[in-house]
């Protein structure tokens, strides 16, 4: 049990370092952004766990630079004396004395010891207790460290890994990965950016320890500097958000951080045979209104916000994909409906375009659509926009216009205002996207369906920037609109 003297110290944490502090998971994780004092709140932990005289254990810090573990055992040294428990003073002990291989530690009168030690995974040879491992997208061997960790953990030890990020295809990633995906299930997930930590007063504190005046401007001020100062990499470093590989625009940890839950969504696939299109038109028609109806219109109808979609026009060749969002706050759109039609006749795609829109305007719900206007589908689109005047905006896609609108969409799945389906294909749309002279453009690729067929042509992607274009065109109110640096500094992740 804490004492009186311990309680009020702990009120020293800012919100995000106590949730870490107060989570008593065997295996727990966190990414973070740079310098906002995760492994400074678990040194006091590590103080917590060993200094008792009942009921301590042994805490091994590890990381890729000798110095940090120099820094966290002095930081546990230092909560040693504020909880008001005696420690050593710091030591350095010899490990191998043939590499002249050193680590630090302090130990306390229960028996505990607290040492920092060389992140390999030989290093935890022969010990018990609890694992830290720090800046782990920067180990050599994480997986091995990680795997030697989990032995310890068998007999009563916990594992807590911290670390920035180090690109999208690092294993401190797949690994965060794997337990959004649910893959790693034992692990509790923790995640704070730059923005978040300083909503939550991280100037505040910087300001109280360094002597300094705080004020909101100044705050302001302190904001904008870190992303002046981090320049071309504010994603990874201050926002959490690891660096894409190969050049795609949308990297994949992006993609996997906006993904909605998956009973928050459907996604409706409608293939005809090429036999189809020489049935009676009276036929055909009746096979596309029973689709709505049974498919469509039952998931439509649960939606109580304003619906947006954006519909990327094909035939035969690729498809027509309807990316349908709700607006669940002003400022977000969340998906609900991924509707894709392949080799559907032209009449029977404009009766399916009567059937949505009509849908969505009789119950009071069509906030706006933005459909793709080249070629075939430019009939389609100016029909929609006479039948529903001011609802519908039709669109041909020009560089100017990619530019505009994947970047909006960026900010947005940045900010995770713009939500994704739990699904490989769809994001498969989005991966191929690429930037090419500062615009975000599809290239003249092809990718496989659920079918191993070449048929798609990042047409999600295309179908869910035309969403956010009739959400910024069409809204009667619409969301403000920030720019790109703006986005970055408009988090609410968490």
Same mark, same amino acid.
């Given at each position: 049990?804490?004492?009186?003297?311990?309680?009020?110290?702990?009120?020293?944490?800012?919100?995000?370092?106590?949730?870490?502090?107060?989570?008593?998971?065997?295996?727990?994780?966190?990414?973070?952004?740079?310098?906002?004092?995760?492994?400074?709140?678990?040194?006091?932990?590590?103080?917590?766990?060993?200094?008792?005289?009942?009921?301590?254990?042994?805490?091994?810090?590890?990381?890729?630079?000798?110095?940090?573990?120099?820094?966290?055992?002095?930081?546990?040294?230092?909560?040693?004396?504020?909880?008001?428990?005696?420690?050593?003073?710091?030591?350095?002990?010899?490990?191998?004395?043939?590499?002249?291989?050193?680590?630090?530690?302090?130990?306390?009168?229960?028996?505990?010891?607290?040492?920092?030690?060389?992140?390999?995974?030989?290093?935890?040879?022969?010990?018990?207790?609890?694992?830290?491992?720090?800046?782990?997208?920067?180990?050599?061997?994480?997986?091995?460290?990680?795997?030697?960790?989990?032995?310890?953990?068998?007999?009563?030890?916990?594992?807590?890994?911290?670390?920035?990020?180090?690109?999208?295809?690092?294993?401190?990633?797949?690994?965060?990965?794997? *337990? +959004?995906?649910?893959?790693? &299930?034992?692990?509790? !997930? %923790?995640?704070?950016?730059? $923005?978040?930590?300083?909503?939550?007063?991280?100037?505040?504190?910087?300001?109280?320890?360094?002597?300094?005046?705080?004020?909101?401007?100044?705050?302001?001020?302190?904001?904008?500097?870190?992303?002046?100062?981090?320049?071309?990499?504010?994603?990874?470093?201050?926002?959490?958000?690891?660096?894409?590989?190969?050049?795609?625009?949308?990297?994949?940890?992006?993609?996997?951080?906006?993904?909605?839950?998956?009973?928050?969504?459907? *996604? +409706?696939?409608?293939?005809? &045979?090429?036999?189809? !299109? %020489?049935?009676?038109?009276? $036929?055909?028609?009746?096979?596309?209104?029973?689709?709505?109806?049974?498919?469509?219109?039952?998931?439509?109808?649960?939606?109580?916000?304003?619906?947006?979609?954006?519909?990327?026009?094909?035939?035969?060749?690729?498809?027509?994909?309807?990316?349908?969002?709700?607006?669940?706050?002003?400022?977000?759109?969340?998906?609900?409906?991924?509707?894709?039609?392949?080799?559907?006749?032209?009449?029977?795609?404009?009766?399916?375009?009567?059937?949505?829109?009509?849908?969505?305007?009789?119950?009071?719900?069509?906030?706006?659509?933005?459909?793709?206007?080249?070629?075939?589908?430019?009939?389609?689109?100016?029909?929609?926009?006479?039948?529903?005047?001011?609802?519908?905006?039709?669109?041909?896609?020009?560089?100017?216009?990619?530019?505009?609108?994947?970047?909006?969409?960026?900010?947005?799945?940045?900010?995770?205002?713009?939500?994704?389906?739990?699904?490989?294909?769809?994001?498969?749309?989005?991966?191929?996207?690429?930037?090419?002279?500062?615009?975000?453009?599809?290239?003249?690729?092809?990718?496989?369906?659920?079918?191993?067929?070449?048929?798609?042509?990042?047409?999600?992607?295309?179908?869910?920037?035309?969403?956010?274009?009739?959400?910024?065109?069409?809204?009667?109110?619409?969301?403000?609109?920030?720019?790109?640096?703006?986005?970055?500094?408009?988090?609410?992740?968490?």
């Amino acid at each position: 049990m804490m004492t009186a003297k311990q309680k009020t110290n702990l009120e020293v944490f800012l919100p995000y370092q106590k949730k870490w502090l107060e989570d008593r998971s065997a295996l727990k994780i966190i990414e973070k952004n740079r310098r906002c004092g995760i492994s400074w709140t678990d040194a006091a932990d590590s103080v917590l766990d060993g200094a008792p005289a009942v009921g301590w254990s042994n805490t091994y810090y590890m990381s890729f630079n000798k110095d940090n573990c120099r820094q966290y055992i002095e930081d546990a040294g230092e909560w040693a004396k504020k909880f008001g428990y005696a420690c050593s003073d710091l030591q350095e002990v010899l490990l191998d004395a043939d590499k002249d291989i050193t680590a630090y530690r302090i130990t306390f009168a229960s028996g505990a010891e607290i040492m920092g030690l060389p992140g390999v995974s030989r290093s935890l040879r022969s010990k018990q207790g609890n694992v830290v491992i720090d800046e782990a997208a920067f180990f050599d061997d994480f997986n091995s460290v990680l795997q030697a960790a989990k032995a310890l953990v068998m007999w009563g030890g916990r594992i807590r890994v911290i670390s920035t990020h180090n690109g999208e295809d690092n294993p401190f990633n797949q690994l965060i990965k794997d *337990i +959004r995906g649910g893959k790693e &299930s034992e692990w509790s !997930l %923790h995640r704070i950016t730059f $923005r978040e930590a300083m909503d939550q007063g991280l100037y505040k504190r910087i300001c109280l320890t360094s002597g300094r005046e705080w004020s909101e401007e100044a705050d302001k001020e302190f904001l904008e500097k870190m992303y002046r100062i981090y320049g071309d990499n504010p994603d990874e470093e201050l926002d959490v958000i690891p660096r894409s590989s190969n050049g795609r625009y949308f990297g994949r940890g992006l993609l996997d951080f906006c993904t909605a839950e998956k009973e928050s969504f459907s *996604i +409706r696939r409608l293939e005809c &045979s090429d036999s189809f !299109l %020489h049935k009676a038109d009276a $036929r055909k028609n009746a096979e596309i209104t029973s689709f709505f109806n049974q498919e469509i219109a039952p998931a439509l109808g649960c939606f109580e916000g304003q619906i947006y979609f954006g519909n990327d026009f094909g035939r035969s060749g690729d498809l027509t994909t309807y990316y349908i969002s709700e607006e669940v706050e002003r400022t977000s759109l969340s998906v609900r409906m991924i509707i894709e039609l392949h080799n559907v006749p032209f009449e029977q795609q404009q009766l399916f375009s009567d059937l949505l829109t009509d849908f969505l305007d009789g119950r009071h719900k069509f906030g706006g659509g933005a459909i793709d206007s080249r070629g075939n589908g430019q009939q389609i689109g100016e029909h929609a926009m006479l039948r529903h005047p001011g609802a519908v905006v039709n669109v041909m896609e020009t560089n100017a216009w990619y530019a505009k609108y994947g970047s909006e969409l960026h900010g947005l799945m940045e900010s995770r205002d713009f939500t994704l389906p739990d699904d490989e294909v769809i994001k498969g749309d989005f991966a191929i996207v690429t930037l090419k002279n500062g615009i975000p453009l599809i290239p003249a690729l092809r990718t496989e369906d659920r079918n191993g067929k070449g048929k798609r042509h990042g047409d999600a992607a295309s179908a869910a920037m035309l969403c956010v274009c009739a959400w910024r065109e069409c809204a009667s109110d619409p969301a403000p609109s920030f720019t790109a640096c703006e986005k970055k500094n408009k988090f609410n992740w968490w």
